[in-house]
C-alpha cells in the first residue's frame, strides 16, 4: 500500500540544524509531488513548501524561503527537509504527504517530532 | 499567505448534523475549486477526508460531505458518531504554486 515513512524525533539546541527524511513505498516516487507540514503543538497546520521527485524543483512557503531546504533522493525513493539555525518555536511536528492531481494530500507520514531546546 | 478562517470549535450531539465553514479570499479558495478537508485525531496524522471540494475519497463515508460558495467552503457531518470527535482542517490551492491551510476546527460529539 502507499506509505510514506518518516524518521524519528530528533532534539536540537538553538542555531543547530536538521534534516528529517521521509520514504515512501506502494507507488512511483517521482510520479507526486511531496510537501512538508508544520504543525506546532497545540496550533493548526502550516504549508512549509513541495519538492518535486522527478526534477527536483522546489517551492516554499514565502514565510519559510532560507530556512527550508528541500532534497530528494530518487535511488532510494526519500524525500528530505532540512532546516537550519533552528529556534525554540521550531519545536513541531513536522509530516511529508503526497499530493495528488486534485491538489489534495491522500498520503501524510507519520509525523516527525522536533524539540528545539537549550 | 493569511490563513483560512475557520470557526475555533463546534459541538453537536450524536446523530445531529454539523458545518465546518472555512473562509478564504477572491485570491485562494475563491479562485480555485480546489478545497480539501482533513480530519486530525490527537496523536495522528491528519487524514483527508474531501477533495476538490465536495468528493469523498473510497473508504470515506458518505456521512461526510463538502461545498463551496464564492470564499467559502463548508464540511458537514451528519449522523454525528463519537468517533467523528476530533480535528478538521481546509486547505485550498492558492495559486502561484502555495497552498494554505485554515486554523483548524475542534468538534466536540457530546
Known amino acids: 500500500q502507499v506509505q510514506l515513512v518518516q524518521s524519528g524525533a530528533e532534539v536540537r539546541k538553538p542555531g543547530a540544524s536538521m534534516k528529517v527524511s521521509c520514504r515512501a513505498s506502494?507507488?512511483?516516487?517521482?510520479?507526486?509531488?511531496i510537501h512538508w507540514v508544520r504543525q506546532i503543538p497545540g496550533q493548526g497546520l502550516q504549508w512549509l513548501g513541495w519538492?518535486?521527485?522527478?526534477?527536483?524543483?522546489?517551492k516554499y512557503a514565502q514565510n519559510f524561503q532560507g530556512w527550508v531546504t528541500l532534497t530528494r533522493d530518487t535511488s532510494i525513493s526519500t524525500a528530505y527537509m532540512e532546516l537550519s539555525r533552528l529556534k525554540s518555536e521550531d519545536t513541531a511536528v513536522y509530516y511529508c504527504?503526497?499530493?495528488?492531481?486534485?491538489?489534495?494530500?491522500?498520503?501524510w507520514g507519520q509525523g516527525t517530532l522536533l524539540t528545539v531546546s537549550s | 499567505q493569511s490563513a483560512l478562517t475557520q470557526p475555533a470549535s463546534v459541538s453537536g450531539s450524536p446523530g445531529q448534523s454539523i458545518t465546518i465553514s472555512c473562509t478564504g479570499t477572491?485570491?485562494?479558495?475563491?479562485?480555485?475549486?480546489?478545497v480539501s478537508w482533513y480530519q486530525q485525531h490527537p496523536g495522528k496524522a491528519p487524514e483527508l477526508m474531501i477533495y476538490?471540494?465536495?468528493k469523498r475519497p473510497s473508504g470515506v463515508s458518505n456521512r461526510f460531505s463538502g461545498s463551496k460558495s464564492g470564499n467559502t467552503a463548508s464540511l458537514t457531518i451528519s449522523g454525528l458518531q463519537a468517533e467523528d470527535e476530533a480535528d478538521y482542517y481546509c486547505?485550498?490551492?492558492?495559486?502561484?504554486?502555495?497552498?494554505?491551510f485554515g486554523g483548524g476546527t475542534k468538534l466536540t460529539v457530546l
Open positions: 486547505c485550498s490551492y492558492a495559486g502561484g504554486s502555495t497552498w494554505v
Open positions: 504527504a503526497r499530493i495528488t492531481r486534485d491538489s489534495s494530500f491522500d498520503c
Open positions: 477572491s485570491s485562494d479558495l475563491g479562485s480555485y475549486d480546489l
Open positions: 519538492i518535486n521527485p522527478y526534477k527536483g524543483d522546489t
Open positions: 476538490e471540494g465536495t
Open positions: 506502494g507507488y512511483t516516487f517521482t510520479d507526486y509531488y
